[in-house]
């Protein structure tokens, strides 16, 4: 009998992890797309402010040896600050635009998945022009990472 009620006892932790692990699933989703509406006007600026000052100031670095270091470092924040601007508005439009499923599947896809995801999604309503947006910020993001880190190791052979 004590052998019964255990794994009885057993089978029902089992259930209510399962459950708990879809409750916590749902809770960083939805936690996720509710700070997502409060920082995506702040990040869509910040990332307008960081554009200006990558085509300013930390591009025209990038051609003098001496600051070419600089320059590198300063393109590979402006892709995180790319990035995360990205990664919110991808999720915010996979989840208006096909739903919490959808965002789970993106999110259980390496977490960038929301990302080809809501290129999909805006591709098949017909906004081609969201999803140009996409790719050009998709773009940015790994374009400046990639100078960034080419313009520091220039900077590295140069300090050699």
Do not use: C, H
Not at 5 to 22: D, E, W
Not at 99 to 111: E, T
């Amino acid at each position: 009998m004590v052998e019964y009620i255990k794994s009885v006892g057993g089978f029902i932790i089992g259930i209510a992890g399962f459950f708990l692990i879809i409750f916590l699933a749902v809770f960083f989703i939805k936690g996720g797309l509710w700070l997502g509406e409060i920082v995506m006007p702040w990040l869509a600026f910040m990332m307008w402010l960081v554009f200006v000052i990558d085509i300013l100031i930390v591009l025209p670095l990038g051609i003098f040896n001496k600051t070419k270091g600089v320059s590198g470092f300063g393109l590979v924040i402006s892709s995180y600050v790319y990035g995360v601007t990205l990664w919110f508005w991808s999720l915010l439009l996979t989840y208006s635009i096909w739903g919490v499923g959808a965002v789970i599947i993106g999110i259980f896809l390496a977490g960038i998945g929301v990302v080809p995801l809501a290129m999909i999604a805006t591709a098949m309503e017909g906004e081609w022009a969201v999803t140009g947006e996409i790719i050009l910020l998709l773009i940015f993001t790994f374009g400046s990472r990639m100078l960034g880190f080419y313009f520091a190791q220039k900077a590295d052979e140069l300090a050699y």
